[in-house]
């Protein structure tokens, strides 16, 4: 990150920062927020988009620049203000996608509909796009990338995030000269049945919304995050919901794993309860005996695997690097490398009965388990990142999958019409 300190640098002596447009004043959209304002350079958020306005002006004012924000409504209230150097905030963020001021369009709201809308337009307005997103990501990220490139733009899921954090790593492991054929992250609780009720206490304690932390707590959210690696690595699961081995340090995976097997089908995975407690790792492999001796010396154990991790992963301190990587060198964390490779299925989280409506991640009403696509595919598993605001044809019991049969979808959906246009790309029609 050097590079990126130096060139942000620069940007700042030249009286010329990164200007960010931000989608999503929550929890880490705030935190994001002042890291950029308060702590970096050659950086600054100049605009926050969020569906209540009342909301991102308080982030600007946590940031002690309140007093030049201005409320706009109109495109050319925004470029109007933003010509005058004040900030803005507005509830539409195709505002901010099709300003030419702006440089990179940050999403942090977890919402897919939502986000799929500000993704298109923020992919139109030629903007860099960074996903604080990996449900997105997830669902309709191939087709994203296809059309980011068409652009000429560069499309992330963030540093800071889990999928990246192992990206890095992966990539680290590589430029080594080792084979990487293990990736994930380290979870420390995992209940597929818990809800916003169940989460309520949590999330008001830390100042998040309940449906986000019940997507932490029920595996959702790991596996999208799961499914963002898979596409951005080529690799695999090794079943439906991964094997999710429970133990006591990270460094014990080499005990856990067919290790051979690894070699010839690399995977995605992660391990519960595991110290360092948080963060990500890679397996790495090279039988070569010399390079052995010397991961020895070096405490790496005796090889050919090893275990690299990283025990830890900030995202608002992380992700405003991403946008460097992207504005500055046309570069990208993680996003996917081709043709989608996984898919995060539904199961029901208790009793539907037809007629139901799904409430979505983090709901009542379903969860999510990565799996991988052909699989997915052949059974016509409804994608989790689908579900929000679908109704029951036919009752479904409590932990059964939840097929594209079982639903129908709301009208006049974009992530929708991406999922059919990534479907006709990729020849998964």
């Not at 950086?43 to 969020?50: F, L, T």
């Not at 932390?213 to 595996?219: K, R």
């Amino acid at each position: 990150m050097i590079i990126v300190d130096s060139a942000l640098a620069k940007r700042q002596k030249d009286g010329n920062p990164i200007r960010v447009g931000l989608v999503g004043a929550g929890y880490m959209g705030k935190g994001m927020t002042r890291q950029m304002i308060e702590s970096m350079v050659g950086m600054d958020v100049v605009a926050i988009a969020n569906r209540t306005v009342d909301r991102a002006s308080e982030v600007f004012e946590a940031c002690g620049v309140g007093d030049s924000v201005v409320q706009a409504s109109s495109q050319a209230e925004v470029d109007r203000a933003l010509e005058k150097g004040q900030r803005v905030v507005v509830s539409d963020p195709v505002l901010l996608c099709r300003t030419k001021s702006i440089e990179a369009i940050l999403e942090a709201t977890g919402e897919v509909e939502y986000g799929a809308r500000t993704a298109v337009a923020a992919i139109e307005g030629h903007k860099h796009l960074i996903l604080v997103n990996a449900e997105l990501d997830a669902t309709v990220g191939p087709i994203l990338k296809v059309m980011a490139d068409k652009a000429g733009v560069v499309i992330s899921n963030a540093d800071g995030d889990e999928p990246a954090v192992a990206m890095n790593l992966v990539r680290f492991v590589r430029s080594i000269g080792y084979r990487p054929v293990l990736a994930g992250n380290v979870k420390g609780f995992y209940d597929p049945h818990r809800n916003p009720e169940t989460q309520l206490g949590f999330a008001n304690e830390h100042g998040q919304r309940p449906k986000m932390v019940t997507s932490f707590a029920d595996g959702t959210k790991m596996s999208m995050e799961a499914s963002v690696l898979v596409n951005a690595t080529g690799f695999s699961v090794a079943k439906r919901g991964m094997t999710g081995h429970r133990c006591a340090h990270v460094k014990e995976v080499l005990e856990l794993f067919d290790l051979d097997a690894l070699l010839e089908t690399p995977l995605v995975d992660y391990v519960l309860g595991a110290e360092p407690g948080s963060g990500a790792f890679v397996v790495g492999f090279d039988d070569d005996k010399e390079r052995r001796a010397y991961m020895q010396y070096f405490k790496m154990g005796e090889g050919p695997f090893h275990v690299f991790y990283r025990p830890f992963h900030l995202t608002h301190l992380e992700a405003p690097l991403s946008v460097a990587r992207a504005v500055l060198f046309g570069d990208a964390a993680i996003a996917p490398s081709g043709a989608p490779r996984a898919e995060v299925v539904t199961f029901a989280k208790t009793d539907l009965e037809a007629g139901a409506i799904l409430d979505g991640i983090g709901g009542f009403s379903c969860y999510g388990m990565v799996d991988n696509v052909a699989v997915a595919r052949s059974q016509r598993a409804l994608p989790m990142g689908l579900t929000d605001g679908c109704r029951m044809r036919r009752s479904v019991p409590a932990d059964q999958m939840i097929t594209l049969d079982d639903v129908e979808f709301p009208a006049d959906r974009e992530v929708d019409r991406l999922r059919a246009i990534q479907n006709q790309t990729f020849g998964l029609a």
